[in-house]
T-cell receptor
Framework: GQQLNQSPQSMFIQEGEDVSMNCTSSSIFNTWLWYKQDPGEGPVLLIALYKAGELTSNGRLTAQFGITRKDSFLNISASIPSDVGIYFC???????????FGPGTRLSVLP | DAGITQSPRHKVTETGTPVTLRCHQTENHRYMYWYRQDPGHGLRLIHYSYGVKDTDKGEVSDGYSVSRSKTEDFLLTLESATSSQTSVYFCAVNTGYSYEQYFGPGTRLTVT
């Protein structure tokens, strides 16, 4: 079946640094979504992308829908301690209602 | 907040016993989903519902059944729990007008 790869798997950064992570697939997707999960809680939707090439921001977060429709990118600017968590991408394939989730990128922010 | 609650939040049960997890939503969303989350696998779809009494299987449905007799409730049943079903279970909802899914807080199930 369709799979999503996320990189990096984990990252340690200093507070104040910018962060970049990506989600890739060998298949195309019509919609990309980015979620953040804190320990012991459910994933929270950060950004939804619906069109190839689309660039959308939510505060310090910016996400892009790759032009090939096979990837998406998430950037976090000026990281803060509460950015710690696991970031998941999810894609909706053509003619599909059901999501495919990536394995996640674990972000740690050092003070 | 999508008005989703899950119960119980934690459960320990023995192999072979039946278990039912409940997802309750307050905002009349048409679509409801059950996922399991395991290390190294991310979130995997178990079953979903697109309306009252309308359900379908996801990618990891073996050993699970679901029921939706009211819009607001979606039940996940493990007829005879096995240790491989130890996991964190998440319910999610979707209005059907967009692809945005909103998740509940999760249920941690341990099968001993």
């Amino acid at each position: 079946g369709q799979q999503l790869n996320q990189s990096p798997q984990s990252m340690f950064i200093q507070e104040g640094e910018d962060v970049s992570m990506n989600c890739t697939s060998s298949s195309i997707f019509n919609t990309w979504l980015w979620y953040k999960q804190d320990p012991g809680e459910g994933p929270v939707l950060l950004i939804a992308l619906y069109k190839a090439g689309e660039l959308t921001s939510n505060g310090r977060l910016t996400a892009q829908f790759g032009i090939t429709r096979k990837d998406s990118f998430l950037n976090i600017s000026a990281s803060i301690p509460s950015d710690v968590g696991i970031y998941f991408c999810a894609g909706v394939p053509p003619r599909g209602q059901n999501f495919v989730f990536g394995p996640g990128t674990r972000l740690s922010v050092l003070p | 907040d999508a008005g989703i609650t899950q119960s119980p939040r934690h459960k320990v049960t023995e192999t072979g016993t039946p278990v039912t997890l409940r997802c309750h939503q307050t905002e009349n969303h048409r679509y409801m989903y059950w996922y399991r989350q395991d290390p190294g696998h991310g979130l995997r779809l178990i079953h979903y519902s697109y309306g009252v009494k309308d359900t379908d299987k996801g990618e990891v449905s073996d050993g699970y059944s679901v029921s939706r007799s009211k819009t607001e409730d979606f039940l996940l049943t493990l007829e005879s729990a096995t240790s491989s079903q130890t996991s964190v279970y998440f319910c999610a909802v979707n209005t059907g007008y967009s692809y945005e899914q909103y998740f509940g807080p999760g249920t941690r199930l341990t099968v001993t």
